[in-house]
């Protein structure tokens, strides 16, 4: 896990990008389309968390058990 602000980034232009998909579709009249793809970009921000989370709980882990 990088430490510095890539993923705040990532996570930030994947908002970005989300938002003016959402906005494009809504006003071409594709409600249900542009809240799928709403859901689909939660989802991907979701994942790009739990990955983050799961390497920290593993740096914790190996911190306090003394595993390399």
Known sequence: MILDA???????????IVAMIHTILK???KEEIAHFATLVGFIIVLAIVINGLSDLFQKIKSLFLFQG
Not at 6 to 16: C, H, K, N, V, W
């Open 6 to 16: 890539t993923i705040l980034f990532q996570i930030a232009g994947i908002g970005i």
């Open 27 to 29: 006003q071409m009249g």
